[in-house]
């Protein structure tokens, strides 16, 4: 299916070119066939116009649209003098290729990951010059603003949560005024920091991307590499 919609998409990103640089071609309804093979345009469009943000289509790579349409047309008619390769030939190269782009991005996110990395570690060398910062034998960084009352969580418990999170130039991917989490079922150092405080305890949780999402990083909002901080409230602490 990915492979399918890969293919599709390069299509699409073809024609699209063409329609670009030639102002598209000009459409006109006199019968029914008209009407026909522009919805048929219409929604093979409309299903694929986003695919440009998903990184299937690379956007550094250029495509030959003369290449497209001549091969597409021989295709189309069943034209075989015309047609330079197989159906199973075409599918090789388009694996070949898309195994190439996969490299690609791949080398491309690692890079930026060490980078973040690199950035991560000045930061924390930095917040560890803080009053009352403590860098734990983990790596994690614990500011304790309130320690709280009563006793610790344990690993077995559910908790709720308030918190922000950051980026270390200060952008927030996600908070929450009131959450409720295992403790076993998010980033090791959300945990390990939330195991210090007691119920009502506050604290500022800095941690490398080690402890946090790694070199892959979350979605669209935590990039590969980052160093994360997170404002913490542990509102309750719900035991089994």
Do not use: H, W
């Not at 860098?135 to 500011?143: F, K, P």
């Not at 320690?147 to 709720?160: A, E, R, S």
């Amino acid at each position: 299916m990915k492979q399918l919609l890969y293919i599709s998409a390069i299509a699409v990103a073809a024609l699209v070119g063409v329609s670009s640089c030639c102002n598209g071609p000009k459409a006109s309804f006199t019968n029914d066939i008209d009407s026909v093979s522009y919805a048929y345009g219409t929604m093979f469009g409309s299903q694929y116009s986003n695919f440009g943000d998903t990184g299937i289509v690379v956007p550094e790579k250029v495509m030959n649209t003369e290449n497209f349409l001549a091969a597409f047309e021989a295709a189309f008619k069943k034209d075989s003098a015309n047609l330079k390769m197989t159906p199973d030939e075409a599918r090789n190269i388009l694996n070949d290729f898309q195994m190439k782009m996969q490299r690609e991005m791949e080398e491309k996110m690692m890079k930026a990951a060490a980078e973040n990395k690199e950035k991560g570690e000045a930061f924390m060398a930095e917040n560890a010059k803080k009053e009352g910062v403590q860098t734990l034998e983990s790596g994690l960084q614990i500011q304790i603003l309130e320690p709280g009352k009563g006793k610790n969580p344990t690993m077995d418990d559910k908790v709720t949560v308030k918190y922000k999170g950051t980026l270390i130039d200060g952008t927030v991917f996600d908070q929450n005024e009131s959450a409720e989490f295992p403790l076993k079922g998010v980033v090791k150092g959300f945990s390990e920091g939330l195991l210090q405080l007691k119920k009502g305890g506050k604290a500022i949780l800095t941690m490398p991307s080690s402890l946090a999402y790694g070199d892959r990083g979350a979605g669209q909002n935590i990039p590969g590499g980052s160093t994360l901080q997170f404002e913490v409230e542990l509102l309750d602490i719900n035991s089994k």
